[in-house]
């Protein structure tokens, strides 16, 4: 079970920054590339652990949720905005690459004429007959064999990476003598670098998505596995990312470096057949990205409307047909109580107090909408403990349509906790026309701005940066119940990502309308 997480969390990790490495390194120096790496990864860990530990103390498994309860409704719109622009510019960078690579191949294995008609079919073949099957699937737990299959294949760009740098020393092509050019330290190009690094290392917009797809964190021993998961994955990431890093630099550090360092390789069969390999791992990652993307619109476009619901596990004095209506107020959990006490750890901060402070009545009745309404039927204690309950069977509603069942079978010592996104369901219909939808976007910025260099900057300092670290950091501190180390490394996170946000978004403007210049 760890093990498919982990590398399902390492190949959301792993990305189209790879291929981007050698063109940071080349614009900040090997040293300087190697401690950005580490910083990176150091502070994904940090929001990592935030995002872990605010969801066992609220109850919530949903970032938005968590904001919305410290920010309010503004604060849940701004990260769903967030998160839909940072997902799907790193999808666009995704098929990006697929078009700088994918009609390359075609044009060399079927001797075509490569133009851009050739990017655009490609593009659009591979999108409607790879991307869109695999992105219809339903579970993330699924992609756990492609993704084994993507490391495996991040492998062999390693080692055709180490061939073509010993190639080219043997060849003479990388002197001795040359070595005293190298760059190793180049604070002009840190600006610039850092969003792409730290986007490179990112995995908070996955995190819910992976680690809800098995079980859901219910305790503080649950926490620190996800956190070894997590550390074991960006160790693994840095080692890749460092090491097609410098190789990467050692062979092509001479001739100017673009966003993809698979462009650098002299024509041969080991270098389509690399070319080939990486579409492959490109079109098996897409998914992984596109699973939160779908999920954030979703709730963006459904959540407005219909409110998310939870339930209160029945008394045990209750009859075996006691049906609870599952109301939509948020000053109340969202639910009716049969008890003489609410447990409202969802909203309440583990103090009894409601989204935006209000203090929450306990005998308070919620009124029933017509829409959205879950029952419970025929629920009974568990024999396990008497806290703890077995829901046998749910009915929910929809806009007055006829029931749809749903099974569930599992057990909590305290509430359910439907709130995250990933559990909410999505009819076979939105969940194909989001999915198409979301592709279609792609595809058509992919092709308007071929620029990987840019993407990755502007939504890596811009978009990632506020949802993968200045949001965790803000919301972690304002929800409470933190130690002072937390407390001080939550406000260092907070202030580096405000820096990244201002000064690294403004250079990477910079250098994008110098470029436009020069050419």
């Known amino acids: 079970m760890s093990f498919g997480k982990t590398v399902n969390l390492g190949n959301s990790i792993i990305g189209v920054s790879i291929l981007a490495m050698p063109y940071c390194f080349v614009q900040s120096g090997l040293i300087l590339s190697v401690l950005l790496i580490i910083l990176s990864g150091f502070l994904t860990r940090l929001s990592c652990h935030f995002l872990l530990k605010s969801a066992f103390i609220s109850r919530r498994r949903s970032f938005e949720l968590m904001v919305q309860d410290v920010l309010g409704s503004t604060g849940r719109l701004m990260v769903e905005i967030g998160l839909i622009g940072f997902l799907l510019g790193t999808c666009v960078a995704y098929f990006i690459m697929i078009g700088d ?43 756990t064999s492609f993704s084994l299959l993507s490391m495996i294949l991040y492998s062999c760009l390693i080692l055709k990476l180490m061939f073509e740098t010993t190639d080219r020393m043997m060849d003479g092509k990388v002197a001795a003598d040359k070595f005293d050019k190298i760059s190793y330290w180049n604070i002009s190009g840190l600006l610039t670098t850092f969003p792409i690094f730290s986007m490179a290392m990112s995995c908070q917009t996955s995190l819910f998505e992976i680690f809800d797809s098995a079980a859901t964190v219910s305790d503080l021993e649950a926490i620190k596995r996800d956190n070894g998961i997590i550390r074991k994955a960006i160790y693994m990431c840095s080692f890749v990312y460092i090491t097609v890093g410098l190789l990467g630099y050692m062979a092509f550090h001479e001739q100017t470096l673009y966003g993809n360092i698979l ?107 017509a829409t959205n309404r879950i029952f419970t039927n025929h629920m009974k204690p568990s024999s396990a403990s008497s806290n703890s309950h077995s829901y046998t069977s749910l009915l929910e509603y929809e806009d007055d349509s006829s029931p749809r069942h749903i099974s569930a079978s599992q057990s909590t010592s305290n509430i359910v906790d439907i709130h995250s996104p990933s559990r909410l369901y999505i009819s076979d219909f939105k969940f194909r026309l989001l999915t198409v939808l979301l592709i279609s976007v792609t595809v058509v910025l992919s092709l308007m701005f071929p620029n990987i260099e840019f993407i990755l900057g502007i939504i890596g300092s811009t978009a990632g940066t506020t949802v993968c670290f200045v949001l965790p950091a803000f919301t972690f501190i304002k929800i409470g119940e933190h130690t002072r180390t937390e407390l001080l490394l939550a406000r260092l996170l907070l202030l580096i990502g405000l820096a990244m946000l201002i000064f690294c978004s403004y250079s990477t403007l910079h250098s994008a309308s110098l470029n436009i210049t020069t050419n």
Do not use: W
């Open 263 to 369: 462009l650098a390789f002299p024509p041969s069969l080991t270098t389509t057949l690399t070319k080939i390999g990486f579409i492959v791992t490109l079109l098996m990652s897409f998914p992984l990205c596109l699973f939160p993307c779908r999920t954030s619109v979703h709730s963006l476009t459904a959540g407005r409307a219909k409110k998310h619901s939870n339930f209160q596990p029945v008394p045990t004095s209750a009859s075996a047909d006691t049906l609870i209506p599952i109301a939509n107020d948020d000053n109340n959990c969202g639910f009716t109580t049969t008890a003489k006490e609410s447990d409202c750890d969802d909203d309440s901060n583990n103090n009894n107090k409601g989204q935006n402070g209000r203090s929450i009545n306990q005998n308070h009745t919620s009124s029933i909408t």
């Open 101 to 143: 690579l994918a009609p390359k191949v075609i044009a060399e294995l079927f001797d075509f004429k490569y133009n851009r008609h050739l990017r655009i079919v490609s593009t659009l073949i591979l999108s409607l007959f790879v991307a869109l099957p695999l992105s219809l699937l339903r579970r993330v737990d699924s992609l």
